[in-house]
């Protein structure tokens, strides 16, 4: 797809948001400030091919990102991948989103190791093909030293489009949360006021 340089950029956000989390908001913002975007699409996900461990209820996962997002305007979280049947291909999504908006250049944003990644992903020369890649850093991550280079990843398409998104350093993760969560421990600094609510209204992340 060659969108046109004046085509309306939408931008895409995927994961499974258990729980939505800070950082998670923190990057919205900076996407719809960083990138341009007409609107950023964040899609919590359904059945989730690569993860191994079971993910807590779609229902809970949807409320929750509708509740971190809510306050940022241009953000549309949208439920369409927790209504598939098997697997969520993110290739499934933006095909869709093209063909609702045909006249967009849709932006797929990710972290950099899971760019590194993306041979591993479904259909992923088509998800090339198809949207430019924003590569999300996080300012003095360890991690993000050595800057992404698209040109390391074996079979890369002619015409592929990659783009850096700066984030502020947060040192936060949804897998510490829920840790901290199961321990009965203080988790409101790291998600935003209506998720904590949320969580320990629903007992969410509790032992069984």
Same mark, same amino acid.
């Given at each position: 797809?060659?969108?046109? *340089?004046? =085509?309306?950029?939408? !931008?895409?956000? !995927? ?11 923190? +990057? ?5 400030? &960083? ?25 809970? *996962? ?14 549309? @979280?949208?439920? *369409?991948? %927790?209504?598939?049947? !098997? ?11 093209? &063909? =609702?908006?045909?006249?967009? #250049?849709?932006?797929?944003? %990710? ?6 990644? +993306? ?5 992923? &020369? ?8 924003? @590569?999300?850093?996080? /300012? +003095? ?11 390391? +990843?074996? !079979?890369?398409?002619?015409?592929? *489009?990659? #783009? =850096?998104?700066?984030?502020? /350093? %947060? ?9 901290? /969560? ?13 998720? =904590? ?12």
């Amino acid at each position: 797809m060659n969108a046109s *340089r004046n =085509a309306p950029r939408i !931008g895409v956000f !995927g994961g499974a948001f258990d729980p939505p989390h800070n950082a998670h908001v923190a +990057l919205a913002r900076a996407a719809l400030e &960083q990138l341009g975007l007409a609107a950023l699409y964040v899609f919590p996900t359904g059945h989730a091919w690569h993860k191994v461990r079971e993910l807590t209820p779609a229902k809970d *996962r949807l409320a929750m990102a509708q509740l971190a997002f809510a306050d940022i305007p241009g953000v549309v @979280v949208d439920s *369409r991948e %927790m209504l598939r049947d !098997g697997p969520t291909y993110t290739i499934d999504t933006l095909r869709e989103l093209q &063909q =609702a908006r045909p006249d967009a #250049e849709l932006v797929l944003v %990710m972290g950099a190791d899971q760019a590194r990644a +993306l041979p591993s992903w479904h259909g992923w &020369q088509d998800i090339l093909a198809v949207a430019t890649i924003s @590569v999300a850093y996080r /300012a +003095l991550s360890t991690a993000d030293t050595a800057r992404f280079d698209p040109n390391t +990843l074996p !079979g890369l398409p002619a015409g592929a *489009r990659f #783009e =850096a998104l700066e984030l502020p /350093a %947060m040192d936060i993760s949804a897998t510490d949360i829920r840790r901290r /969560a199961s321990l009965g421990e203080e988790i409101s600094s790291l998600v935003p006021p209506t998720v =904590a609510r949320y969580i320990d209204q629903h007992f969410l992340y509790r032992p069984a």
